[in-house]
């Protein structure tokens, strides 16, 4: 953890450019805080806070069993917590960049805590539905905070590193808390006489943003008392949307995203469904899949610092959605399948930390709202993959997720072909890369 944070650079960002709002100094840090340590606390807030996004599509036949409800109809849970995640992000960065990141993240982890905790006892598909909106929405608060928090900490010649460095963290979560999800409902299987698993695995899953609250209570940093506040909500949104790299990334970002979420949110039940699985084998070939996000996250601050990022985010994205297609649309055998989809999973990570790195070099004194756009992007493609691929899956069955894969990703390699100079420019200018 420690090499990978001293890789991240950490430092103090002296970067204080203005686009179209009033600035303020931003504190750092406060006095005396181990940055180090406090970069560790937060990645364990971002971990546990996807967490309780990523134990959901393992659980889904499981859930979809017990409640006597089809897969597709689980599968709305996911829509309902991107839905309401989008709504958080677009919220959270002025309010974060305004009022400060402390209070905002830390009351975002009590209510991931809360609804997480309260889904094990959720009587029926309706109560969970309501608990997921309630989980997107507090979730959706810690990701733009994050950004913000270590713009404020960190360099901008390292920023890029240490940003897809926290951002990677999604991809640490798919590879531990999916497997461990499947494990862990295994158990309650077993300690429940053969039901309610997966209400085990919501129970266990609901302690890690416990503990994160608590650690973060403490080394989350403080605004001086003495600090000047103003609260600046639509401004800050009509300053950055005259940028025309947001407008695109926008586009990009969603189309991409859709891809993502899309296999996020139905391999697992693809896998058991197709090859007769039980949940708690699931758990390998979940894990070695989504090791490759964490690969691919951080090869985003690669992409973002390239002369040529947009020939790279259009080409990384179609090959992603191609292998997408390859793992769902083919009966390739058992490990192949996993194989090529660990291949689709990696390549379909990168754009995203790559996006959120290239937006703080636009955003200025808004970072935490720069990051809440790039947030709704994702948030808005995953209300939309994992709402249009449960459609699809309905319909057409699993073959047909592949194909909205390939699509989805040539919808953006296209717009990021056609656009590719707005990855070029900042505020005017042109961009160190």
């Not at 001086?224 to 940028?243: A, G, N, T, W």
């Not at 790279?312 to 490990?335: N, R």
């Not at 939309?384 to 194909?403: E, H, N, V, W």
Request: net charge positive; glycine share 12%; with cysteine.
């Amino acid at each position: 953890m420690h090499a990978w944070i001293a890789a991240c650079g950490i430092g103090r960002d002296s970067d204080r450019r203005v686009i179209g709002i009033e600035t303020h100094t931003e504190p750092s840090t406060r006095t005396g805080l181990n940055k180090a340590w406090f970069y560790a606390v937060l990645a364990f807030a971002v971990f546990g806070t996807q967490n309780a996004v990523m134990i959901v599509p393992p659980l889904l036949v499981e859930i979809a069993t017990d409640l006597e409800i089809s897969v597709a109809v689980a599968g709305q849970m996911a829509t309902a917590t991107f839905a309401a995640w989008a709504v958080a992000v677009i919220s959270v960065g002025p309010l974060s960049d305004s009022l400060g990141r402390r209070p905002v993240a830390l009351t975002g982890m009590v209510l991931v805590m809360l609804s997480v905790l309260a889904s094990a006892f959720a009587p029926n598909i309706e109560t969970l539905l309501a608990l997921r909106l309630l989980t997107g929405f507090g979730g959706g608060t810690l990701p733009p905070n994050a950004v913000g928090v270590l713009s404020d900490v960190i360099s901008p010649a390292r920023r890029a590193q240490a940003v897809s460095g926290m951002l990677a963290i999604n991809g640490v979560a798919a590879a531990v808390s999916a497997p461990l999800a499947a494990l862990l409902a295994e158990a309650g299987s077993a300690l429940f006489d053969g039901s309610g698993g997966w209400r085990f695995a919501f129970l266990v899953g609901g302690m890690l943003p416990a503990t994160a609250f608590m650690a973060n209570w403490v080394w989350f940093p403080r605004a001086p008392r003495d600090r000047v506040r103003s609260m600046q909500f639509f401004s800050r949104y009509r300053s950055l949307m005259s940028l025309r790299f947001f407008r695109v990334a926008l586009a990009v970002g969603v189309s991409q995203r859709i891809a993502y979420w899309a296999m996020t949110s139905f391999f697992a039940a693809y896998l058991i469904n197709t090859h007769n699985l039980n949940v708690g084998f699931a758990a390998l070939p979940l894990g070695i899949v989504a090791s490759a996000q964490v690969f691919g996250s951080y090869c985003g601050a690669f992409v973002a610092t390239s002369r040529r990022r947009a020939v790279l985010l259009a080409s990384i994205s179609v090959a992603g959605g191609a292998m997408g297609l390859v793992s769902f649309g083919f009966d390739l055998g058992f490990w192949p399948t996993v194989a090529v989809a660990m291949v689709s999973s990696g390549l379909l990570s990168v754009p995203i930390p790559a996006l959120v790195s290239i937006s703080t070099e636009y955003s200025g004194e808004s970072k935490a709202t720069g990051a809440s756009l790039m947030g709704l992007s994702n948030q808005s493609g995953g209300m939309l993959g994992a709402g249009i691929a449960g459609a699809i899956l309905a319909s057409s069955g699993y073959a047909g997720i592949g194909y909205l894969l390939l699509g989805s990703t040539i919808v953006s390699a296209i717009l990021t072909s056609l656009f590719g100079r707005q990855f070029r420019e900042v505020g005017g200018g042109t961009a160190g890369d």
